[in-house]
């Protein structure tokens, strides 16, 4: 990990426990070390910042799309923890590189959904996710981010005050994908099965944060 990375996700670990009341729920399901996949909803533009500063002990490196590449200034800071994806079209070399990154024990963080959801609700997993997932053989780990869609929703220009949350889960199975070829008809349905489970599993975590949240409300009700 740089130093100016572990400074920069330590900075924003504090803002958002400052301003945010930030909550982290299961980071331990997180592997310290080897190639993992994070997969998380996505909702807003901080939900990048907010797993980065979640997972402040592991450098994570980001799939960002390509435009935000080429914008000045913006584009070096992004450049420094992520590379580039065409979401509408992924290319072989994005694939690749993605694996080549996990196969070299890199932390990759990957909103399958392929884009932020307007209004919060889960989307389906594009296929990109369960492929890189099935070539490199990383862990899935999934996420579920809670409360930036109040804090920065999509269109906004102003940040608001709420709080923010994201728990972590077990990781995803994913065994059997040694034996299936990514080009035949199988192997392309053993992707789609990788991200409607990896979505699933994001949808659990999202009722599992409903029912703390709820019990919580009781006991300050009492």
Known sequence: MTLAYRFTATLFFVLFKIFFRFKIIGIEKVPEKGGVI????????????????????????????????????IGAFVKTFSFPVDRDIPQPSTIKEAVRRLKKGELIVMFPEGGRSKDGSLLDAKRGTGLIAALSGAKVIPAYI???????????????LSSIRIIF????????????????????????????????????????MSLREGRNDRRSNL
């Open 38 to 73: 994070v997969v998380s909803n996505h909702v807003s533009h901080l939900d990048p910042l907010v797993i980065g500063a979640a997972i402040r002990k592991r450098q994570s490196t980001f799939m960002a799309k390509s435009g935000l590449f080429k914008i000045p200034l």
């Open 146 to 160: 809670d409360g930036t869609n109040t804090v920065l929703p999509a269109g906004a220009k102003f940040i608001r």
């Open 169 to 208: 889960g077990d990781s995803i199975e994913t065994k059997g994908k040694e034996s299936r070829r990514v080009e035949s008809p199988t192997g392309k349905d053993f992707q789609e099965r990788i991200g409607n489970d990896i979505m699933e599993a994001v949808r659990s975590l999202k009722e599992k």
